[in-house]
T-cell receptor, first 117, second 117 residues
């Protein structure tokens, strides 16, 4: 079974600054995907960024980038130039892509990020 | 709006009552997932459908829970004899079919928040 751990229950950052959210995972699978999802207060979950395990290059989406360390099973999210709209709960998630995968996501406990003006 | 919709958005019920939630996925998506999210935690997988077939159920899905997707379009999740421990946000997500080794993004609905008094 896969597990995803987010050790930072809450983080805060000043507007325009950079913040990094941590995530570690455990799996015996070789073909998988990792994700960061954003869940704003009272709004639905949206995908921020994804990383394929077979790709060595770290994924980047505008102000969002990841640091994927496969051997260490670490997957952190860096948010640059933080904006007030980035305030949300952030979830790290894993999906096994191999074999009889059904695409079910395994989520971490979440990190509440607050961006202060 | 062509996103995933869920109804009702909020449900308050008394312990012992039955409740039913509905999820309407994105129209061309043949995979549909149900997750449960308790306060301050990440979503946990409950069950998923490929078209009308329910292909996997989590151990979290006790006998009091039943899910259907009768025509491969919308899905319902029913909880019988609700308990206070059932209080949670119930999330629905949909995606296109997944080829082994790949992954198609799951799009989440806004959720149904259940409160059992």
């Amino acid at each position: 079974a896969q597990t995803v751990t987010q050790s930072q229950p809450e983080m805060s950052v000043q507007e325009a600054e950079t913040v990094t959210l941590s995530c570690t995972y455990d799996t015996s699978e070789s073909n998988y995907y990792l994700f960061w999802y954003k869940q704003p207060p009272s709004r639905q979950m949206i995908l921020v960024i994804r990383q394929e395990a077979y790709k060595q290059q770290n994924a980047t989406e505008n102000r969002f980038s990841v640091n994927f360390q496969k051997a260490a099973k670490s997957f952190s999210l860096k948010i640059s130039d933080s904006q007030l709209g980035d305030t949300a709960m952030y979830f790290c998630a894993f999906v096994n892509a191999g074999g009889t995968s059904y695409g079910k996501l395994t989520f971490g406990q979440g990190t509440i990020l607050t961006v202060h003006p | 709006d062509t996103g995933v919709s869920q109804n009702p958005r909020h449900k308050i019920t008394k312990r012992g009552q039955n409740v039913t939630f509905r999820c309407d996925p994105i129209s061309e998506h043949n995979r549909l997932y149900w997750y449960r999210q308790t306060l301050g935690q990440g979503p946990e997988f409950l069950t998923y459908f490929q078209n009308e077939a329910q292909l996997e159920k989590s151990r979290l899905l006790s006998d009091r829970f039943s899910a259907e997707r009768p025509k491969g379009s919308f899905s319902t999740l029913e909880i019988q004899r609700t308990e206070q421990g059932d209080s949670a946000m119930y999330l629905c997500a949909s995606s296109l079919s997944i080829l082994s080794g790949s992954y198609n993004e799951q799009f989440f609905g806004p959720g149904t928040r259940l409160t059992v008094l």
